[in-house]
């Protein structure tokens, strides 16, 4: 079992080597599958909040945020 000290985050990892600057410098194909997937989620993830911001306080609010 991983000891929670042993998990590196985005933060800890130089930046030419996350995911999202990869994808912005060098394109998709520079990404590993699971790279790739983890970007699409988390996109996906964005627009849906973007989503439940504007249903509970209206276009107008949201778009303050």
Not at 31 to 40: F, K
């Amino acid at each position: 079992m991983r000891r929670k000290s042993d998990v590196k985050t985005i933060k800890d990892m130089p930046e030419h080597s996350r995911p999202r600057e990869k994808l912005r410098e060098k394109g998709a194909s520079a990404l590993t599958d699971g790279e790739l997937v983890a970007e699409i989620e988390a996109e996906r993830a964005l627009v849906e909040a973007n989503r439940k911001l504007v249903e509970i306080f209206g276009e107008e609010e949201s778009a303050k945020v």
